[in-house]
């Protein structure tokens, strides 16, 4: 302590101080780093996007709350692939695949991981309530339809139905693929049964109710149009936002689901909003872990170079890290968790901090090449030097505190964790690099060594940057103007900057959680990504009206309620009736039915008219390019896609039995057929007329967990896109339609859309409080004026520079790297400060010396702080990579403009116009 | 200058600044429906005979190509009739739909079968391609008879100078689109690019591409209607095209005749 006492700075006091005392030093650094260590263990990393959406939106606050209490949107998406498999084992191995599948979640050995398992419509429900769930205009149909369920009559009724009003609407074909095929599998079962049994065979029951099943309800299972592919959901016991079970137990499943998919010949991956979130949680970390290591590896491999002192990874390293764990550490007492951003800046901040060892190492061998001993060369180093970096760290960490005035918690969570960050790498390089120098001399002096720094052939050189120095004192005027010239040029391009704002595009390249939403779109017609809406579970009369207009979407593919499941009260009124007409129509041909028998030649003229309307399907499925409808249709015709007839259709069968049987065989095979069919369709249709309204208890396990909130007070509507909502154009037409019909809508999409927006006026916010807070800092500090505002140029047009380079190469902003660019407020500044405060200190002429004794430093601490940036530009993540390459090109125009423009506008200034540079008032540095 | 010389010349042009405003929209107005008629012009051909072909290419698979062969012409009370008779592919070749005023029907070559279209089918998708029944033809109709026109703004596509106008329907007729934004060439009054507006936003736009003169009419040879709310575009290539043409009869427009189309 006796020491502190003598003359000299504060600075260079301690300097001394903790060089000859490194034990002390080192005892109060590990009881900070011990308390810090209680913080870094409450820290918890929250690396998906859906973690930083705004919390003041509405439309994150709802997904938020559709996160937590509708398990169904949090389920994971199994597609099953068996497009390598041959046409005819696809679909039966897929549905085997899911099947096992189904089974191997719902047992036990699961349950920690998975609370539900869908891989089929629950077909009993549809088989007691299928009719009350129609629509008016349907049931009408159906009660001309049904009214009579023999064959003849039913038949009659089938081909007026199919000959009804056409709409000639090709895209609706399209969009009732699925279910047309099943549909026209179901008439060719029923006419192939037909068939046997004008052959001689007894109608088989069975075969009949199969028939009538796919016929009437459909594949249960949710098979691609070529049904060659089909999705499994699986509801997991945790949702996005449960980190540990995230990343574990997705693995799991998806592990599980691959391997039981290559059993069978198959394959299958995951999907969906967790999918995504786990891949995200899983690429950020290893982005942020090969980063760090890549920035710790080259900074230290670097300072060895330059300094070529063995140790330097020690002296420096230690200090470094212990900086980002304290910040971690500050970090877990304040908010607890690192987020994408704050975790990349733990990164940047690597070289960041080592800015002020270098600062500290670079004059503390100076002054040793200058002669001084181990003390003294200490003590000026610190002197010269700590003011600076005092001062561009509080510059710095001032621009990242301001950033706290912003709205959205992403921005002030990095603000808060990039100030702590500098202060605390500040504070551990001012304790430890003295101290740690100090323990090197002594053990240098133990084994009684000389030290090597003394000895060393070659000082830290500053050729390279005292050549700048004649450049730029040589030809000043000229620099200023090429350099003005081609920032403002650049700076004119910067509007046409694009912003980013597909989030996919944002994710790690290939991930399959990715592709898969494409491949659902272009095999299943849908979209994995929907917006919902929430509403009241009290009021379900405006969900009727609100899903129609949606599907009056062009861009809607459909709209889902509850109330497609659980009629309201209305709609059960409104219902009712048919189903009451439906219901005695079947009742009196029920009894009518056994009395006739049908006439051969009228069913020959109706079998005629049913071959004829599937003929014209096929022609419109062809047209319409539906091809696995129309394979259905001519598996049912025998016709070839070009209309060539190649097989003998179940048509040609029963025209030539009917045609050349005895008409009186005919008829009473007919009758036979006809008593076994007519009551199965009765039976079945009856079934399916149930009038009694449907509770929530009676809803299938799937619906309610779609449909209903944990605690039953609200329902989600589900908006399913025609296409990939994150396509830029198309998200466009989804959400500006959905908008015409409700403002209550949410979804992946929207809070995306609003963190960019969010992101985006934040920054510009958060960029003008840096600026307005450093700008009074460089007053404070240089107390005139003009050398503040002469050192803002430099920065402005680095950021001109940087937006123009973007814009001509097409890197877009994206709401990471916007929200990196206040960041970039205070260190593109650094530079240029350093450099004043030398020439200040040099004085007028003396820029060649100025950049000959700071250049060394600034380049290398530029070069350090672009190692730590770029160390992003390997990540999987885009986001991540993309972050990268803009701070990377930013820092390194901050320096160029630094050390080129900056000293040239100096010597203009102050040599050639004369100002006055010096501070106005106090007189802590003086020119000479 | 006197305060007061100041103050009467800053009234001056103050009030000639306002009296222009108020002309400005009624010129802005009358100048866009000269634009929208002066283009319109290629929808007031009678006896339109045409073959061409339609191709559709849906997430990003290519259809068949359909051939087809028009014929168009007005009937004495103005209403639009067209026949369309598609000649491939061979699963539909004969295959033909028939336009007279709003009524709509096809004819089934396979089964030789008519059947008349919903009179609400007009904006649905005309043989599964990404064209309506009305964009493929509503005869003489104009954009001009059914929509008002603002200019909108100007911008430069595909090398040409082109009037941005904004079209919004005439009347309330549930077979015009919400709204047209239509992209008219300034030099040679050629609609270059249209984009079709439904519940607030553009679901599809039609390019309008190389144009060669027909009968003293520059007609666009190669049109293309791409999907914003569906992966899928379609595209009519023109192959031949005559305006008064002999092969357009009066017997064409009759369900009689699509019951002898071979």
Same mark, same amino acid.
């Given at each position: ?928 | ?52 072909? =339609?191709? $559709? ?11 087809? %062969?028009?014929? +168009?012409?007005? #009937? &004495? ?102 709204? =047209?934004? $239509? ?11 249209? %984009?079709?507006? +439904?519940?607030? #936003? &553009? ?60």
């Amino acid at each position: 302590m006796k020491q502190m006492k003598k003359g000299g700075t504060a600075l260079s006091r301690w300097a001394e101080w903790a060089g000859s005392n490194p034990g002390k030093v080192l005892l109060i650094t590990l009881a900070v780093t011990a308390i810090l260590s209680i913080g870094a263990a409450m820290v918890k990393m929250e690396m998906t996007f859906y973690s930083i959406m705004p919390k003041n939106s509405v439309q994150v606050t709802d997904m938020e709350k559709i996160t937590e209490e509708f398990p169904f949107a949090s389920s994971l998406v199994a597609v099953v692939d068996g497009r390598n498999l041959p046409p005819e084992q696809a679909k039966a191995t897929v549905i085997s695949v899911i099947d096992a599948l189904s089974e191997d979640f719902s047992a036990p050995e699961y349950a920690d991981a998975v609370s539900g398992v869908y891989g089929t419509i629950n077909v009993d429900f549809l088989e007691e309530h299928g009719l009350i769930l129609a629509k008016p205009d349907v049931l009408d149909r159906m009660t001309r339809l049904y009214a009579d369920t023999a064959l003849l009559p039913f038949i009659t009724a089938l081909n007026n139905d199919l000959e009804r009003e056409y709409s000639g609407d090709g895209e609706a074909l399209e969009d009732d693929e699925a279910q047309l095929v099943s549909w026209t599998g179901g008439i060719g079962r029923i006419l192939g049964g037909l068939a046997d049994s004008l052959g001689g065979d007894v109608p088989e029951k069975e075969e009949i109710d199969a028939a009538l099943r796919a016929y009437l309800i459909g594949d249960p299972y949710y098979l691609s149009r070529s049904e060659n592919m089909g999705l499994l959901f699986i509801n997991p016991t945790y949702t996005i936002n449960d980190l540990n079970p995230l990343v574990r137990q997705t693995d799991r499943i998806e592990r599980h689901c691959k391997k039981i998919a290559a059993e069978y010949g198959a394959s299958a991956g995951l999907t969906g909003l967790t999918v995504v979130g786990r891949d995200e949680m899983k690429t950020s970390e290893q982005g942020f872990g090969l980063s760090m290591m890549l920035a710790v590896v080259l900074i230290l491999l670097l300072m060895i170079i330059i300094f070529r002192i063995r140790s330097t990874p020690l002296i420096i390293g230690i200090p470094l890290l212990l900086g980002v764990y304290w910040t971690a550490g500050l970090t877990g007492f304040t908010i607890r968790r690192l987020n994408i951003l704050t975790a990349m800046y733990l990164v940047a901040l690597i070289g960041l901090g080592v800015d002020y060892a270098i600062h500290m190492l670079t004059g503390f061998v100076q002054e040793r090449d200058g002669g001084k001993d181990f003390s003294a060369a200490l003590g000026a180093a610190f002197a010269k030097s700590g003011r600076g970096i005092i001062t561009g760290a509080l510059t710095t960490a001032a621009a990242f505190f301001a950033l706290l005035m912003a709205e959205s918690d992403i921005i002030r969570e990095l603000a808060l964790v990039a100030g702590m960050g500098i202060l605390c790498e500040l504070i551990a390089m001012l304790l430890l690099i003295p101290a740690l120098l100090g323990l090197r001399r002594r053990r240098l002096e133990r084994r009684r060594k000389t030290d090597p720094m003394l000895i060393r052939k070659r000082a830290v050189r500053s050729d390279f940057t005292a050549g700048l120095g004649g450049v730029v004192t040589a030809r000043p005027g000229l620099i200023v103007i090429i350099l003005l010239l081609t920032g403002t040029l650049l700076a004119v391009q910067s509007p046409n900057v694009e912003l980013e704002d597909n989030l996919m595009n944002m994710e790690a390249e290939g991930l399959e959680s990715i592709e898969l939403q494409d491949l659902m779109v272009e095999e299943f017609g849908t979209a994995p990504d929907v917006l919902y809406i929430i509403t009241d579970a009290d009021n379900p009369d405006i969900l009727p009206s609100m899903t129609e207009n949606l599907e009056d979407l062009e861009s809607v593919k459909a709209a889902d309620a509850v109330t497609d499941w659980m009629p309201t009260e209305a709609q059960l009124a409104e219902r009712r009736p048919y189903l009451g007409r439906i219901r005695t129509a079947l009742e009196v041909s029920a009894e009518k039915n056994q009395e006739v028998l049908p006439d051969p030649y009228s069913i020959l003229d109706e079998l005629l008219r049913l071959e004829a309307n599937l003929i014209e399907m096929g022609d419109l499925a062809v047209l319409g390019g539906t091809d696995r409808a129309a394979h259905a249709l001519n598996s049912v015709t025998g016709l070839d896609m070009d209309g060539n007839k190649t097989a003998e259709s179940v048509f040609d069968r029963l025209f030539e039995i009917l045609e050349s049987a005895d008409p009186e065989d005919s008829a009473k095979a007919l009758a036979a057929y006809d008593r076994a069919f007519a009551p199965i369709l009765a039976s079945r249709v009856r079934a399916m007329a149930e009038t009694g309204g449907i509770t929530k208890e009676m809803l299938p396990e799937i619906v309610r967990e779609t449909f209903f909130s944990k605690d039953g007070k609200n329902t989600l509507v589900t908006i399913s896109p025609r296409k990939n909502p994150w396509e830029g154009e198309f998200r466009s037409v989804f959400t500006s339609q959905v908008k015409t019909v409700t403002d209550r809508s949410t979804g992946m999409i929207l809070a995306a859309d609003q963190l960019i927006t969010i992101a985006e006026s934040d920054s510009k916010k958060a960029v003008a409080a840096a600026l307005i807070a450093v700008f009074l800092i460089l007053l404070a500090d240089f107390r005139n004026l003009r050398l503040a505002l002469i050192t803002f140029l430099p920065l402005g047009l680095s950021f001109g520079s940087l937006f123009g380079i973007m814009a001509l190469t097409g890197i877009k902003f994206d709401f990471i790297n916007i929200i990196s660019i206040p960041l970039l407020v205070g260190i593109g500044i650094d530079d240029s400060v350093h450099i004043n405060h030398r020439y200040l200190i040099e004085g007028r002429g003396r820029m060649k010396e100025t950049l000959a004794k700071t250049g060394s430093a600034v380049a290398l601490t530029t070069i350090t702080t672009m190692i730590g940036f770029s160390s992003f530009i390997p990540s999987l993540m885009r986001a991540m990579r993309s972050t990268g390459i803009v701070l990377t090109l930013a820092m390194a125009l901050a320096f160029l403009y630094s050390v080129l423009f900056h000293p040239a506008l100096l010597i203009l200034a102050a040599e050639r116009l004369g100002w006055n540079l010096k501070p106005r008032f106090g007189n802590k540095e003086t020119s000479k | 200058m006197t305060e007061r010389k100041i103050l009467k010349r800053t009234l001056m042009t103050a009030a000639v600044f306002f009296f222009f405003n108020a002309l400005l929209p009624a010129q802005t107005e009358v100048s866009a429906d000269a634009v929208l008629k002066k283009a319109d012009r290629i929808f007031e051909l009678d006896n339109v005979y045409s073959r061409s072909t =339609l191709s $559709v290419i849906r997430s990003g698979r290519a259809q068949a190509p359909q051939e087809m %062969e028009s014929f +168009e012409s007005d #009937a &004495a009370d103005g209403s639009a009739r067209s026949l369309t008779v598609f000649r491939a592919p061979a699963r539909v070749r004969g295959t033909a739909y028939l336009t007279v005023g709003d009524d709509l029907w096809i004819r089934f070559a396979s089964t030789g079968r008519i059947r008349k279209l919903s009179s609400s089918a007009k904006k649905n998708s005309a043989a599964g391609s990404d064209f309506s029944y009305a964009d493929m033809g509503d005869g003489s109709k104009t954009y001009s008879d059914q929509y008002n026109a603002v200019l909108d703004g100007s911008d430069r596509l595909d090398g040409a100078d082109c009037r941005r106008l904004v079209l919004t329907p005439k009347a309330d007729n549930r077979d015009l689109y919400e709204k =047209l934004v $239509v992209w008219i060439t300034e030099e040679t009054s050629l609609y270059v690019k249209i %984009e079709y507006w +439904e519940n607030g #936003a &553009a679901i599809k736009t039609m390019l309008l591409e190389d144009y060669r003169p027909v009968g003293g009419i520059e007609y666009p040879f190669r049109i293309t209607m791409r999907s914003l709310a569906r992966d899928s575009e379609s595209i009519i290539e023109t192959e031949t095209l005559e305006f008064g043409s002999s092969k357009v009869e009066e017997g064409l427009f009759t369900t009689a005749y699509l019951e002898d189309i071979r």
